[in-house]
C-alpha cells in the first residue's frame, strides 16, 4: 500500500503564489511509478496538472497541463518520496481541490494512491 500525506493549499488573490507538497509512505514506496497532483473544479471531472515518473528509462519525466504550463513548478525530492507543486500566478480557473497521487504497482497491476485533497481557492 502507499498512503499519501498533503500539505499546503488556501486561499489567495489573482496573480499571488501557493505551494502543494506531498510525502509518500507505505510499504509499496519503493514500487511507485509515478506522483503528482490532479485537480478537481466544482461539477468537473478530476483532471492531471502535473505528474513526474519515477522509474525507468524516464525517470525524472515531468508531464503539465496545457493551462498550468510556465506558471506552476513540479519538483520531486526522491529521497524523501516527496513532491512539491509551486503555483505563481494563479488565476480564478485554477480553484480546485488539489489531489497528491501516486501509481505504483501490486502485483500484476498498476494501482493509484490518492492524498486526502486540499482546497486552492483564488479570488476572482
Known amino acids: 500500500q502507499v498512503q499519501l500525506v498533503e500539505s499546503g493549499g488556501g486561499l489567495v488573490w489573482p496573480g499571488e503564489s501557493l505551494t502543494l507538497s506531498c510525502v509518500a509512505s507505505?510499504?509499496?514506496?519503493?514500487?511507485?511509478?509515478?506522483m503528482g497532483w490532479y485537480r478537481q473544479a466544482p461539477g468537473k471531472e478530476r483532471v492531471l496538472v502535473a505528474s513526474?515518473?519515477?522509474?525507468?528509462?524516464?525517470?525524472?519525466?515531468?508531464e503539465y497541463d496545457e493551462d498550468v504550463k510556465g506558471r506552476f513548478t513540479l519538483s520531486r525530492d526522491k529521497a524523501n518520496n516527496a513532491v512539491t507543486l509551486q503555483m505563481n500566478d494563479l488565476k480564478p480557473g485554477d480553484t480546485a481541490v488539489y489531489y497528491c497521487?501516486?501509481?505504483?504497482?501490486?502485483?500484476?497491476?498498476?494501482?493509484?494512491?490518492w492524498g486526502q485533497g486540499t482546497q486552492v481557492t483564488v479570488l476572482p
Open positions: 507505505g510499504r509499496n514506496i519503493y514500487t511507485i511509478n509515478s
Open positions: 513526474v515518473t519515477t522509474r525507468g528509462t524516464s525517470d525524472g519525466a515531468i
Open positions: 497521487n501516486a501509481k505504483w504497482r501490486g502485483g500484476a497491476s498498476v494501482r493509484n494512491s
